[in-house]
């Protein structure tokens, strides 16, 4: 059984509209997710990490966690062809030393 | 930019040979983290260092090793390649150990191996 399972897309959103990406998670221990935005031949760049249940805002950016139903999504409102890239999530172990990243959703955005 | 780099940048090289990577952390960070990217994958993870020790390791054969040098610098070794090593090898660092919240990836070096 995958740990992280994400949706690998592509996911297409009109220019201006709101996306959001899902990410389930296995293992009922973690503590801290992440997600990362990828460009194509990039490496990941932390967009956002969250700890606690709820909801948690930056910018356009807005992460949510669901620790009972073991989901985090992100939302990115007013979607830019800037934004078009590779979404990662990720969590800490238990271990605490090393993170376990889903596949990545890749998320297009039309002009 | 991120303050870590890597490199080399571009590597060939051919099934049963060794290669070593580098890494240079962000200034004020102890701690490095390898990552192994195949195509289409997210990142696994191979070994984190702090203070010039192993502090944790995935799932990977004991044919990569790593070192990390006083400076906080660190080298990624793998021998004997295979195929499946060609990847995007990424290294990132943080000013803690065990956190991914504030680790800062360089720009990957991307291994072929024919």
Redesign the interface.
């Given at each position: 059984q995958k740990e992280?399972e994400q949706n690998?897309g592509p996911l297409s959103v009109p220019e201006g509209a709101i996306a959001s990406l899902n990410c389930t998670y296995s293992d009922r221990g973690s503590q801290?997710f992440?997600w990362y935005r990828q460009y194509s031949g990039?490496?990941?760049?932390?967009i956002m990490?969250i700890y606690s249940n709820g909801d948690k805002e930056d910018g356009r950016f807005t992460a949510q966690l669901n620790k009972a139903s073991q989901y985090v999504s992100l939302l990115i409102r007013d979607s830019q062809p800037s934004d078009s890239a590779t979404y990662?999530c990720?969590f800490?172990m238990d271990?605490?030393?090393?993170?376990?990243?889903?596949?990545?959703t890749k998320l297009i955005i039309k002009p | 930019e991120?303050g870590v780099t890597q490199s080399p940048t571009h590597l060939i090289k051919t099934r049963g040979q060794q290669v070593t990577l580098r890494c240079s952390s962000q200034s004020g960070h102890n701690t490095v983290?390898w990552?192994q990217q195949a195509l289409?994958?997210?990142?696994?993870?191979i070994f984190?260092y702090y203070r010039e020790e192993e502090?944790?390791r995935?799932n990977f054969p004991p044919r990569f090793s790593g070192l990390q040098f006083p400076n906080y610098s660190s080298e990624l070794n793998v021998n004997a390649l295979e195929l499946d090593d060609s990847a995007?090898y990424?290294c990132a660092s943080s000013p803690v150990?065990?956190?991914?919240?504030e680790?800062?990836?360089?720009?990957?070096t991307r291994l072929t191996v024919v």
């Open positions: 992280v690998s801290s992440f990039k490496s990941p760049e932390l990490f990662l990720a800490d271990s605490n030393y090393q993170l376990i990243w889903g596949a990545g | 991120t983290s990552y289409g994958q997210g990142p696994q993870f984190q502090n944790g995935g995007l990424l150990a065990g956190t991914g919240a680790a800062f990836f360089g720009q990957g």
